[in-house]
Protein backbone atom coordinates (compact mmCIF):
# COMPACT_ATOMS: atom_id res chain seq x y z
CA UNK A 1 0.00 0.00 0.00
CA UNK A 2 0.95 3.58 -0.79
CA UNK A 3 1.72 5.67 2.80
CA UNK A 4 4.09 8.17 4.11
CA UNK A 5 5.34 8.20 7.39
CA UNK A 6 6.27 11.24 9.67
CA UNK A 7 7.20 9.53 12.89
CA UNK A 8 7.56 12.80 14.82
CA UNK A 9 4.43 14.49 15.56
CA UNK A 10 5.83 17.43 17.64
CA UNK A 11 9.59 18.46 17.35
CA UNK A 12 11.38 21.47 19.49
CA UNK A 13 14.35 23.02 18.64
CA UNK A 14 16.42 25.95 19.64
CA UNK A 15 16.49 29.28 17.57
CA UNK A 16 20.03 28.66 15.33
CA UNK A 17 19.79 24.95 15.69
CA UNK A 18 19.42 22.59 13.12
CA UNK A 19 16.92 20.65 12.30
CA UNK A 20 15.96 17.48 10.70
CA UNK A 21 12.46 15.95 9.83
CA UNK A 22 11.90 12.66 8.85
CA UNK A 23 9.49 11.64 6.33
CA UNK A 24 9.56 8.02 5.36
CA UNK A 25 7.37 6.53 2.41
CA UNK A 26 5.80 3.68 1.00
CA UNK A 27 4.98 3.67 -2.96
CA UNK A 28 5.16 0.75 -5.50
CA UNK A 29 6.73 2.77 -8.36
CA UNK A 30 9.19 5.45 -8.71
CA UNK A 31 8.25 8.30 -5.91
CA UNK A 32 7.87 12.48 -6.57
CA UNK A 33 8.38 13.68 -3.17
CA UNK A 34 7.54 16.72 -1.52
CA UNK A 35 7.88 18.56 1.27
CA UNK A 36 4.92 21.48 2.24
CA UNK A 37 4.17 23.64 4.74
CA UNK A 38 1.66 24.80 6.56
CA UNK A 39 1.65 28.20 8.80
CA UNK A 40 -1.07 28.88 11.34
CA UNK A 41 -4.04 29.79 9.52
CA UNK A 42 -2.61 29.50 6.07
CA UNK A 43 -2.74 27.04 3.20
CA UNK A 44 0.11 24.67 2.03
CA UNK A 45 3.31 25.96 0.34
CA UNK A 46 5.52 23.80 -1.28
CA UNK A 47 9.39 24.06 0.23
CA UNK A 48 11.09 21.62 -2.51
CA UNK A 49 10.33 18.65 -4.21
CA UNK A 50 12.21 15.49 -6.14
CA UNK A 51 11.71 14.08 -8.73
CA UNK A 52 14.86 12.39 -10.04
CA UNK A 53 18.67 13.46 -10.70
CA UNK A 54 20.45 14.23 -7.79
CA UNK A 55 19.19 13.02 -4.58
CA UNK A 56 20.14 16.33 -2.25
CA UNK A 57 17.33 19.31 -3.49
CA UNK A 58 17.21 22.56 -2.46
CA UNK A 59 13.82 24.14 -1.40
CA UNK A 60 13.11 28.02 -0.57
CA UNK A 61 13.75 29.24 3.06
CA UNK A 62 16.88 27.51 3.36
CA UNK A 63 15.71 24.00 3.47
CA UNK A 64 16.79 20.82 2.03
CA UNK A 65 15.97 17.08 1.86
CA UNK A 66 17.67 13.83 1.03
CA UNK A 67 15.93 11.26 -1.49
CA UNK A 68 17.69 7.96 0.12
CA UNK A 69 15.90 5.21 -1.99
CA UNK A 70 17.64 2.66 0.02
CA UNK A 71 15.81 3.84 3.65
CA UNK A 72 12.49 4.75 1.49
CA UNK A 73 13.32 8.29 3.15
CA UNK A 74 13.18 11.82 2.29
CA UNK A 75 14.11 13.86 5.30
CA UNK A 76 14.27 17.62 5.33
CA UNK A 77 16.67 19.92 6.86
CA UNK A 78 17.55 23.15 8.01
CA UNK A 79 21.00 23.97 9.56
CA UNK A 80 19.75 27.41 11.44
CA UNK A 81 16.54 27.35 12.26
CA UNK A 82 14.67 31.06 12.45
CA UNK A 83 11.38 31.60 14.96
CA UNK A 84 9.79 32.00 11.57
CA UNK A 85 10.06 29.03 10.56
CA UNK A 86 7.81 27.50 13.52
CA UNK A 87 4.66 25.61 11.55
CA UNK A 88 3.66 22.27 10.58
CA UNK A 89 5.07 20.50 8.10
CA UNK A 90 3.99 17.76 5.56
CA UNK A 91 5.55 14.99 3.56
CA UNK A 92 3.88 13.83 0.30
CA UNK A 93 4.36 11.40 -2.35
CA UNK A 94 2.78 10.81 -5.90
CA UNK A 95 3.42 8.73 -9.00
CA UNK A 96 4.12 10.35 -12.58
CA UNK A 97 1.04 8.02 -13.25
CA UNK A 98 -1.57 8.51 -10.64
CA UNK A 99 -2.06 13.01 -10.55
CA UNK A 100 -2.28 12.53 -6.95
CA UNK A 101 -0.52 12.87 -3.60
CA UNK A 102 -0.93 11.45 -0.52
CA UNK A 103 0.36 13.04 2.96
CA UNK A 104 1.90 12.18 5.94
CA UNK A 105 0.25 13.31 9.78
CA UNK A 106 2.46 16.29 9.50
CA UNK A 107 5.44 17.22 12.04
CA UNK A 108 4.44 20.13 14.30
CA UNK A 109 7.67 22.25 14.30
CA UNK A 110 8.20 24.46 17.49
CA UNK A 111 10.97 27.07 17.67
CA UNK A 112 12.30 28.38 21.21
CA UNK A 113 14.07 31.48 21.43
CA UNK B 1 -6.37 38.24 -6.02
CA UNK B 2 -5.38 34.53 -5.08
CA UNK B 3 -4.68 31.74 -7.41
CA UNK B 4 -6.51 29.44 -5.81
CA UNK B 5 -9.98 30.91 -3.97
CA UNK B 6 -11.82 29.28 -1.44
CA UNK B 7 -15.17 30.13 0.49
CA UNK B 8 -16.44 30.68 2.36
CA UNK B 9 -13.27 30.88 4.55
CA UNK B 10 -15.22 29.56 8.05
CA UNK B 11 -18.56 28.08 8.50
CA UNK B 12 -20.69 26.82 11.36
CA UNK B 13 -23.64 24.21 10.49
CA UNK B 14 -25.81 21.77 12.00
CA UNK B 15 -26.34 18.53 11.75
CA UNK B 16 -28.34 17.62 8.87
CA UNK B 17 -28.11 20.39 7.10
CA UNK B 18 -26.59 20.64 3.22
CA UNK B 19 -23.73 22.98 2.79
CA UNK B 20 -21.33 23.23 -0.36
CA UNK B 21 -17.89 24.45 -0.26
CA UNK B 22 -16.67 26.47 -3.32
CA UNK B 23 -13.70 26.27 -5.09
CA UNK B 24 -12.15 28.88 -8.23
CA UNK B 25 -8.58 28.73 -9.60
CA UNK B 26 -6.99 31.33 -12.40
CA UNK B 27 -4.07 29.05 -12.58
CA UNK B 28 -5.55 27.49 -15.78
CA UNK B 29 -4.35 24.17 -14.29
CA UNK B 30 -6.71 20.81 -15.31
CA UNK B 31 -6.71 19.06 -12.11
CA UNK B 32 -8.26 20.19 -8.81
CA UNK B 33 -8.86 18.02 -5.66
CA UNK B 34 -10.61 18.33 -2.44
CA UNK B 35 -8.74 17.06 0.65
CA UNK B 36 -9.70 17.08 4.07
CA UNK B 37 -7.04 18.10 7.24
CA UNK B 38 -7.40 16.45 10.68
CA UNK B 39 -5.09 16.83 13.64
CA UNK B 40 -2.80 13.83 13.27
CA UNK B 41 -4.18 12.75 10.26
CA UNK B 42 -2.82 14.56 7.81
CA UNK B 43 -4.49 15.65 4.65
CA UNK B 44 -6.77 13.03 3.05
CA UNK B 45 -8.04 12.87 -0.02
CA UNK B 46 -12.33 13.49 -0.54
CA UNK B 47 -12.73 13.81 -4.60
CA UNK B 48 -10.42 14.84 -7.46
CA UNK B 49 -10.76 15.89 -11.02
CA UNK B 50 -8.79 15.82 -13.95
CA UNK B 51 -11.28 17.20 -16.35
CA UNK B 52 -14.08 18.66 -16.36
CA UNK B 53 -15.41 15.44 -17.82
CA UNK B 54 -13.35 13.19 -15.20
CA UNK B 55 -14.46 13.00 -11.31
CA UNK B 56 -12.66 10.08 -9.12
CA UNK B 57 -13.45 9.26 -5.31
CA UNK B 58 -10.63 9.29 -2.92
CA UNK B 59 -9.82 8.10 0.19
CA UNK B 60 -12.91 9.45 1.78
CA UNK B 61 -15.41 9.83 -0.71
CA UNK B 62 -18.84 8.59 1.66
CA UNK B 63 -20.49 11.91 2.55
CA UNK B 64 -19.78 13.85 0.04
CA UNK B 65 -20.45 15.12 -3.34
CA UNK B 66 -18.52 17.57 -6.31
CA UNK B 67 -19.40 19.16 -8.54
CA UNK B 68 -16.60 20.33 -11.67
CA UNK B 69 -18.45 23.23 -13.60
CA UNK B 70 -16.01 24.54 -14.99
CA UNK B 71 -12.65 23.82 -15.82
CA UNK B 72 -11.82 26.73 -13.13
CA UNK B 73 -14.56 25.40 -10.62
CA UNK B 74 -14.64 22.61 -8.56
CA UNK B 75 -17.03 22.34 -5.50
CA UNK B 76 -17.49 20.48 -2.52
CA UNK B 77 -20.96 19.63 -1.19
CA UNK B 78 -22.02 17.61 2.18
CA UNK B 79 -25.41 16.44 1.68
CA UNK B 80 -26.19 15.56 5.18
CA UNK B 81 -23.83 17.33 7.71
CA UNK B 82 -22.67 15.06 10.93
CA UNK B 83 -20.25 16.25 13.16
CA UNK B 84 -17.07 14.53 12.36
CA UNK B 85 -17.30 16.01 9.23
CA UNK B 86 -15.88 18.90 11.17
CA UNK B 87 -12.11 19.64 9.22
CA UNK B 88 -10.31 21.67 7.19
CA UNK B 89 -10.88 21.82 3.66
CA UNK B 90 -8.44 22.41 1.24
CA UNK B 91 -9.08 22.66 -2.37
CA UNK B 92 -5.62 22.02 -4.29
CA UNK B 93 -5.21 22.09 -8.41
CA UNK B 94 -1.99 20.99 -10.10
CA UNK B 95 -0.60 20.99 -13.38
CA UNK B 96 0.84 17.32 -14.33
CA UNK B 97 2.98 18.82 -17.23
CA UNK B 98 4.63 21.89 -15.08
CA UNK B 99 6.55 19.86 -12.44
CA UNK B 100 3.72 18.36 -10.90
CA UNK B 101 2.98 20.74 -7.96
CA UNK B 102 -0.29 21.40 -6.22
CA UNK B 103 -1.26 25.08 -5.13
CA UNK B 104 -3.87 25.24 -2.35
CA UNK B 105 -6.18 27.17 -1.41
CA UNK B 106 -6.31 29.06 2.22
CA UNK B 107 -8.98 26.49 3.28
CA UNK B 108 -12.28 26.48 4.45
CA UNK B 109 -12.72 25.76 8.38
CA UNK B 110 -16.26 23.90 8.97
CA UNK B 111 -18.10 23.11 11.94
CA UNK B 112 -20.77 20.97 11.99
CA UNK B 113 -22.75 21.52 15.17
Redesign the interface.
Known amino acids: AQSVTQPDIHITVSEGASLELRCNYSYGATPYLFWYVQSPGQGLQLLLKYFSGDTLVQGIKGFEAEFKRSQSSFNLRKPSVHWSDAAEYFCAVGGSNTGKLIFGQGTTLQVKP | DAD?TQTPRNRITKTGKRIMLECSQTKGHD?M?W?RQDP??????IY?S?DVKDINK?EISDGYSVSRQAQAKFSLSLESAIPNQTALY?C?T?D?GR????T????TRLTVV
Open positions: VRYYGLGLRLYFGFASLAYGYFGSG
